[in-house]
């Protein structure tokens, strides 16, 4: 019997609510939106019966209800502006209010990292960020995205590779619009 | 750097420093979300039973839905099936008698007439399918694009179909003359020539040679040939190009060929000006109509792939999807292709475009 058989859905909310708000600013979510997905997410899990103890980690299987919709919540914003949109991004990774000790730097690099999440398409940046950032194994992400296992190591081989190019070329461009209003927002 | 997947990138020391870093930021818990006064909310919404969302609905929807099309798709299958087997069991001899009556007209050739979208699109919406009458609409809008774009050609395609009958005749003279060349100066008749090339012709005719008992053989031969084979049915020649063949070959085909590789040439720059009609018309409308100068690129792209225009067509594309809101495509699309081209004369109004998510003034 595993730690997580007997979790409410209070517990679960409690434990796996900031994985979820995170992995949701991960995938693009503004820091307005992501209180609701999050309510979203759960109210799912919650009618769906909840989490059952299987192969899958309450932090897969959240992730797997917080992608579809993280999907639909980008489907609706795809008319903003890509500045308004690393804005939102930006304030989701810190307050100052709230977390003080959050520097400058692990602002700038938050930020520069969505801004690279984002030249992923969906189907892409769910399997890196599940994998890379989340520590996923790829077997489970095919499994919880009911994906093949092969389409799950092609997918992360493709991510990773626009992953390198796009942080390569924002890293070679400094002094574009780009990289001087990361610089501001971050200083 | 490897593709090892079970090596995470940010673990991987042949990745550079500063992606790892990158990496190692995302890792980090940073949301500094509420837990106590979200679950107080969530907690609230249980109690009150509050609706699932509209894209877990869908879901639900969505299979609901597809047993519904399952239901209005396998009668009419099992139907068409009943039917296919029983035309299938009737006697070979009423075949074509039944079939007769149940085929209908033979369907006439398609026109260039287009179906006007006024009188299509009312209909299919009261029957409800506006998937189809946007489809319907969309085909439309393409083939008006390219219709625009072949008159803003019209000169390009005169020129174009001008020299492509030429070039055909000429390419059917020269291989005739070469037939008639290679054939023995016996071989006179025509039937017998046309018989020697078709390899699938059972009458004898050796070293030109017709035997004159199988003169009426050869005959209804021949129109058994032409009956079976289309190569036999072309029209038969008159004797002068087969004495002109026999004059001077050489020099007719060495004008033929000069013919032809001026006529290429003609060809040649037309597609070239046709070409940049097309980027031109597409960098016109790009501000009022970015789907149709989209369109117009992509339509190039496919039409004259790997040009000394294709770059240019590209960023154009690009602006376009810029314009078109589709600012995430662009960037994806953008930033190899401005590693490519880093200083062409656009680079820096594409950098801006894809920065800003706007069209710069050119």
Same mark, same amino acid.
């Given at each position: 019997?595993?730690e997580?058989? &007997?979790?409410?859905?209070?517990?679960?909310?409690?434990?796996?609510?900031?994985?979820?708000?995170?992995?949701?600013?991960?995938?693009?979510?503004?820091?307005?939106?992501?209180?609701?997905?999050?309510?979203?997410?759960?109210?799912?899990? &919650?009618?769906?019966? %909840?989490? $059952?103890? %299987?192969?899958?980690?309450?932090?897969?299987?959240?992730?797997?209800?917080?992608?579809?919709?993280?999907?639909? &919540?980008?489907?609706?914003?795809?008319?903003r502006?890509?500045?308004?949109?690393?804005?939102?991004?930006?304030?989701?990774? %810190?307050?100052?209010?709230?977390?003080?000790?959050?520097?400058?730097?692990q602002?700038?690099?938050?930020?520069?990292?969505?801004? /690279?999440?984002?030249?992923?398409?969906?189907?892409?940046?769910? /399997?890196?960020?599940?994998?890379?950032?989340?520590g996923?194994?790829?077997? $489970?992400?095919?499994?919880?995205?009911g994906?093949?296992?092969?389409?799950?190591y092609?997918?992360?081989?493709?991510?990773?590779?626009?992953?390198r190019?796009?942080?390569?070329a924002?890293?070679?461009?400094?002094?574009s619009?780009?990289?001087?209003r990361?610089?501001?927002?971050? $200083? | 750097?490897?593709?090892?997947?079970?090596?995470p990138m940010? #673990?991987?020391?042949?990745?550079?420093s500063?992606?790892?870093?990158?990496?190692? =930021?995302?890792?980090?818990?940073?949301?500094?979300?509420?837990?106590?006064?979200?679950?107080?909310?969530?907690?609230?919404?249980?109690?009150?039973? =509050?609706?699932?969302?509209?894209?877990?609905?869908?879901t639900?929807?969505?299979?609901?839905?597809?047993?519904?099309?399952l239901?209005?798709?396998?009668?009419?299958?099992?139907?068409?099936?009943?039917?296919g087997?029983?035309?299938?069991?009737?006697?070979?001899?009423?075949?074509p008698?039944?079939?007769?009556n149940?085929?209908?007209?033979?369907v006439?050739?398609?026109?260039?007439?287009?179906?006007?979208? +006024?009188?299509?699109?009312p209909?299919?919406?009261?029957?409800?399918?506006?998937?189809?009458?946007?489809? !319907?609409?969309r085909v439309?809008?393409?083939?008006e694009?390219?219709?625009?774009t072949?008159?803003?050609n019209?000169?390009?395609?005169?020129?174009?179909?001008?020299?492509?009958?030429?070039?055909?005749?000429?390419?059917?003279?020269?291989?005739?003359?070469?037939?008639?060349? #290679?054939?023995?100066?016996?071989?006179?008749?025509?039937?017998?020539?046309?018989?020697?090339? #078709?390899?699938?012709g059972?009458?004898?005719?050796?070293?030109g040679?017709?035997?004159?008992?199988?003169?009426?053989?050869?005959?209804?031969?021949?129109?058994?040939?032409?009956?079976?084979?289309?190569?036999?049915?072309?029209?038969?020649?008159?004797p002068?190009?087969?004495?002109?063949?026999?004059?001077?070959?050489?020099?007719?085909? +060495?004008?033929?060929?000069?013919?032809?590789? +001026?006529?290429? #040439?003609?060809?040649?720059?037309?597609?070239?000006?046709?070409?940049?009609?097309?980027?031109?018309?597409?960098q016109? !409308?790009l501000?009022?109509?970015?789907?149709?100068?989209?369109?117009?690129?992509?339509q190039?792209?496919?039409?004259?792939?790997?040009?000394?225009?294709?770059?240019?067509?590209?960023?154009?594309? @690009? @602006?376009?999807?810029?314009?078109?809101?589709?600012?995430?495509?662009?960037?994806?699309?953008?930033?190899?292709? @401005?590693?490519?081209?880093?200083?062409?004369?656009?680079?820096?109004?594409?950098?801006?475009?894809?920065?800003?998510?706007?069209?710069?003034?050119?």
């Amino acid at each position: 019997m595993s730690e997580w058989s &007997h979790l409410d859905s209070a517990e679960l909310f409690r434990r796996y609510a900031p994985f979820v708000a995170n992995f949701l600013a991960r995938m693009g979510v503004a820091r307005s939106d992501v209180d609701d997905l999050v309510q979203e997410v759960f109210l799912v899990a &919650h009618r769906g019966g %909840g989490y $059952a103890p %299987g192969p899958a980690k309450p932090t897969t299987y959240l992730a797997s209800i917080a992608f579809r919709a993280a999907t639909t &919540h980008r489907r609706k914003r795809q008319t903003r502006s890509f500045v308004k949109l690393a804005d939102d991004v930006v304030s989701t990774a %810190g307050d100052d209010r709230n977390s003080p000790e959050r520097d400058a730097d692990q602002r700038r690099q938050l930020a520069l990292l969505d801004r /690279v999440l984002d030249a992923l398409d969906n189907d892409k940046r769910v /399997v890196f960020v599940m994998a890379e950032l989340q520590g996923e194994s790829v077997v $489970a992400i095919a499994q919880v995205l009911g994906i093949p296992v092969d389409t799950a190591y092609s997918r992360l081989r493709a991510a990773r590779k626009v992953f390198r190019e796009t942080a390569e070329a924002l890293r070679l461009e400094p002094n574009s619009m780009f990289g001087e209003r990361l610089q501001r927002v971050g $200083a | 750097m490897t593709d090892n997947h079970d090596t995470p990138m940010w #673990d991987d020391p042949q990745e550079s420093s500063a992606l790892r870093q990158l990496l190692r =930021a995302g890792r980090v818990e940073n949301s500094d979300y509420d837990v106590e006064r979200g679950l107080a909310r969530h907690l609230a919404q249980l109690h009150s039973g =509050a609706q699932l969302p509209a894209w877990a609905a869908q879901t639900t929807l969505q299979k609901s839905a597809s047993w519904s099309l399952l239901a209005w798709l396998v009668p009419p299958v099992i139907s068409a099936g009943v039917v296919g087997a029983w035309l299938a069991l009737q006697p070979a001899a009423q075949a074509p008698a039944s079939l007769g009556n149940l085929v209908p007209a033979p369907v006439k050739a398609p026109t260039t007439q287009l179906i006007e979208p +006024a009188a299509v699109t009312p209909a299919s919406d009261a029957l409800g399918r506006t998937s189809e009458a946007k489809e !319907v609409k969309r085909v439309l809008e393409d083939r008006e694009a390219v219709r625009e774009t072949v008159e803003a050609n019209e000169h390009a395609n005169v020129v174009t179909r001008t020299a492509r009958p030429a070039a055909r005749s000429n390419a059917g003279r020269r291989a005739r003359a070469t037939r008639l060349d #290679d054939a023995p100066p016996s071989a006179t008749s025509y039937a017998a020539v046309a018989q020697s090339r #078709d390899s699938s012709g059972s009458t004898s005719v050796s070293g030109g040679v017709t035997s004159a008992k199988s003169a009426n053989e050869e005959s209804v031969a021949t129109k058994a040939v032409a009956a079976v084979s289309p190569a036999a049915q072309e029209p038969a020649p008159s004797p002068a190009p087969v004495e002109e063949a026999k004059a001077k070959p050489a020099e007719r085909r +060495a004008k033929e060929e000069e013919s032809a590789s +001026a006529k290429e #040439d003609e060809v040649s720059g037309a597609r070239l000006e046709r070409e940049m009609r097309m980027l031109a018309v597409a960098q016109r !409308v790009l501000t009022e109509d970015p789907a149709r100068s989209l369109r117009l690129c992509r339509q190039g792209e496919s039409e004259f792939r790997g040009s000394m225009f294709s770059a240019e067509r590209k960023q154009v594309a @690009l @602006l376009a999807l810029v314009q078109l809101g589709k600012v995430e495509q662009a960037r994806r699309e953008g930033i190899p292709f @401005l590693r490519a081209y880093p200083n062409a004369p656009w680079s820096a109004r594409l950098r801006v475009a894809l920065s800003t998510g706007k069209l710069p003034n050119p």
